[in-house]
């Protein structure tokens, strides 16, 4: 039975175009780049809205957020990438992932589309030595004439930023 409805539930998938052997990603924008996450992390996205600001955390850590009686911490990636801090538009969104089993909020300029990257049209992370830190790549995808830097949530953020952000939400 569960096996019949997976089938189906694939099909259906296959036939509106979306494919779940995760290689498709919501993209997003900071600044002028092109980020991808993997679709299956992203919980929801929501418009930008003041969040509370919380002592002693770090600079990247922006505060907590009620989201519908859960907190979660939120975080701004472009403090976190080292890019300088931008007023919020009315497309400033706060894309709520899944990091190791913990639910966050990523403050991000915009979305920009859900896209299907094939595995072949992933790339590994270029390496810059050991000054520049891209462990937090899975790759680069290309789409059309757009090259996107594809997240690893689970590395974007360090065991420490996580233990901190789980004891803010608790």
Same mark, same amino acid.
């Given at each position: *039975?569960?096996?019949?409805?997976?089938?189906?539930?694939?099909?259906?998938?296959? $036939?509106?175009?979306?494919?779940?052997?995760? =290689?498709?990603?919501?993209?997003?924008?900071?600044?002028?780049? %092109?980020?991808?996450?993997? /679709?299956?992390?992203? $919980?929801?996205? &929501?418009?930008?809205?003041?969040?509370?600001?919380i002592?002693?955390?770090?600079?990247?850590? &922006?505060?907590?957020?009620?989201?519908?009686?859960? /907190?979660?911490?939120?975080?701004?990636?472009?403090?976190?990438?080292? *890019?300088?801090?931008?007023?919020?538009?009315?497309?400033?969104? /706060? #894309?709520?992932?899944?990091?190791?089993? @913990? /639910?966050?909020?990523?403050?991000?300029?915009?979305?920009?589309?859900?896209?299907?990257?094939? @595995?072949?049209?992933?790339?590994?992370?270029?390496?810059?030595?050991? &000054?520049?830190? #891209? =462990?937090? %790549?899975?790759?680069?995808?290309? =789409?059309?004439? &757009?090259?996107?830097?594809?997240?690893?949530?689970?590395?974007?953020?360090? !065991?420490e930023?996580?233990? !901190?952000?789980?004891?803010?939400?608790?």
């Open positions: *039975m569960a096996a019949a409805v997976e089938n189906t539930a694939q099909e259906l998938n296959q $036939q509106i175009g979306l494919t779940t052997d995760g =290689s498709q990603f919501l993209t997003f924008q900071l600044g002028e780049e %092109l980020y991808g996450v993997d /679709i299956l992390r992203v $919980q929801e996205i &929501k418009g930008y809205t003041a969040v509370t600001r002592p002693n955390t770090p600079p990247h850590i &922006k505060g907590v957020l009620n989201l519908r009686g859960t /907190i979660v911490p939120i975080v701004e990636l472009r403090t976190k990438f080292g *890019m300088d801090t931008i007023e919020y538009t009315m497309f400033t969104v /706060i #894309v709520v992932v899944v990091v190791r089993e @913990k /639910i966050m909020g990523l403050v991000v300029d915009a979305v920009s589309d859900v896209l299907n990257i094939d @595995k072949k049209d992933i790339q590994a992370a270029p390496q810059f030595g050991a &000054k520049v830190d #891209v =462990s937090f %790549l899975n790759g680069i995808g290309k =789409s059309g004439d &757009k090259l996107i830097a594809l997240l690893d949530m689970d590395r974007l953020l360090s !065991d930023d996580v233990t !901190d952000t789980a004891a803010i939400a608790a």
